[in-house]
């Protein structure tokens, strides 16, 4: 064999839900994880891509909708070369595993392989996958170290490891279960039991080595990926080469803006203005400063309107502390009289003594003023 080229992606999570989203982002952003699915098939067939593996996380969790694991096999129907499937925390091999499930065992694509044990998966003449598919969502030990461990070098074969989990050089001491021990997986590719390590559990696209990789996930799932989005293009032969291609179409982004006049909101506008893909953009807002009343009331307009254009606009509560700085004038415009003036004087007074939920209020309250005239 002169050279492999096969495709390596992780993450799928077919049927995660994101709270930020209201429904018709969510079912947009659901599409969106099935679409990019399809367009791995693409692309293994634009690169003469002999398979495709998938390293843990096929799907959120066991308990998926039936309706999202025929889609996910409609969207499997759509790769064109053999596809190989690893179980992972989130869709682990425990009972009621949904890779048991009659759902699942009806409609899934006869080239689609799921490995359910660590036995060497013959996928070409000279080629094998070994796996190491997750029995539990807590395991006790490293989950790859059954996969390979054993293993001894064979010239004549090349031997390509799926593993799930994080490293323990990527972890910093956070990981909650054992983590993939990275010495002993250099040293198998050191010694020529494996030509390359397919991690998953890591969404952004991550080189370990120059044959250790994370794909990371097919469509981003938080603002912290700082690479998703991404398949992974491997090409194997005397040396190795691994590409990322990009498949996702959304965009998840934090902005930071602070907030003091006229000009500051004005530029928030045009920020929001010339961001592209507005229906597929998740944005999170950190703010500091403080506004008059109308300002408030105007950026309030802001954010309202644009979260109907984007997929979702949010304040990030954890990182906004835009205060009212409401003046006399400001109060006086509202043009109050009765009830609605003493509530108002009540909160002024409380928004002196230092609570911002009174500003909040006055703030809502110049709107409501200012909408209903």
Not at 25 to 43: F, H, N, S, T
Not at 157 to 179: C, D, F, K, N, W
Not at 195 to 210: A, E, F, I, K, M
């Amino acid at each position: 064999m002169d050279s492999l080229t096969f495709l390596h992606s992780s993450d799928w999570q077919l049927g995660m839900m994101r709270r930020f989203l209201g429904p018709d982002g969510q079912a947009r952003w659901g599409q969106a994880r099935l679409d990019a699915v399809a367009r791995i098939g693409e692309v293994a067939e634009r690169t003469g891509a002999a398979f495709v593996v998938v390293t843990g996380d096929v799907f959120e969790h066991n308990q998926v909708e039936r309706q999202t694991i025929l889609r996910a096999c409609e969207a499997l129907k759509r790769i064109p070369v053999p596809v190989v499937l690893l179980p992972g925390n989130h869709d682990a091999l425990e009972p009621g595993s949904l890779w048991t499930s009659s759902q699942w065992l009806a409609h899934a694509p006869d080239h689609v392989t799921v490995l359910t044990e660590t036995t060497p998966f013959p996928i070409l003449p000279g080629v094998e996958i070994v796996g190491a598919p997750w029995r539990s969502r807590r395991p006790l030990s490293d989950p790859a170290a059954p996969a390979y461990a054993d293993l001894a070098p064979d010239p004549g074969t090349l031997r390509i490891l799926l593993a799930h989990g994080q490293l323990t050089s990527l972890s910093g001491g956070m990981s909650e279960v054992p983590p993939i021990d990275q010495t002993a997986l250099e040293a198998a590719v050191a010694d020529g039991r494996l030509q390359y390590v397919g991690l998953g559990d890591r969404h952004s696209t991550t080189r370990v080595t120059d044959r250790i990789w994370f794909s990371g996930t097919q469509e981003v799932t938080s603002p912290e990926e700082d690479a998703p989005g991404n398949v992974l293009k491997v090409t194997i032969g005397d040396t190795i080469e691994v590409e990322p291609i990009r498949v996702g179409a959304w965009h998840m982004v934090d902005h930071r803006v602070e907030l003091f006049d006229e000009e500051s909101i004005t530029a928030l506008e045009d920020w929001f203005a010339e961001l592209p893909d507005k229906e597929r953009t998740y944005v999170r807002l950190a703010g500091d400063g403080s506004l008059s009343l109308p300002l408030l009331a105007r950026l309030d307009s802001i954010i309202d309107a644009q979260g109907e254009v984007f997929a979702s606009v949010e304040r990030w509560v954890k990182f906004w502390t835009v205060r009212p700085a409401p003046d006399a004038a400001d109060l006086e415009s509202l043009q109050l009289s009765g009830p609605a003036r003493a509530a108002m004087e009540e909160l002024r007074q409380a928004l002196a003594g230092g609570d911002e939920g009174a500003g909040a209020a006055l703030s809502l309250m110049h709107r409501l003023a200012r909408d209903a005239g």
